[in-house]
């Protein structure tokens, strides 16, 4: 279920992660196992003039939006001097909802909004994850 490929980016190198973009998660209502497909993203400035980018998944075919905010981006770089890519986003976000989801919070919600800290929380355990997936 996990792959990552190194693609050459000048001198440098990125990591391209899919753990969460294709997932199945245990809903822990209905102990059913749902099927998770990220679909997109929007920046949602314009879309409700908000200060976030939108991450569409299709849980069993359901739309659920997962939404983390832009100083996320901001507060990521200013720690670590790193650049959160669109390909970590999506896996940041496909982490808190299958997190979401095996945990029960927000049975049947269409979306979930992150703060700052759990977005982070959720990029350092994303990149944990893939750090212990054997190579």
Sequence with gaps: MFAAHVCP???????????????????RWTKKSVHCVYQC????IATRHADAVDYKFLVDG???????????WVEYKKRTGKTITDS?????????LKKALESGEGLGREMYSL?????????????????????
């Design 9 to 27: 980016v000048g001198r440098a190198s990125a990591i391209i992660l899919t753990m969460f973009e294709n997932f199945k998660a245990i809903d």
């Design 41 to 44: 993203q929007i920046v949602a």
């Design 62 to 72: 359901r739309k659920v939006w997962v939404v983390l905010p832009h100083p996320a």
């Design 88 to 96: 970590l986003a999506v896996e940041i976000a496909g982490h808190y």
């Design 115 to 135: 703060t700052v800290e759990e977005t982070l929380s959720h990029l350092d355990a994303t990149i944990a994850e893939m750090e212990a997936q054997p190579a």
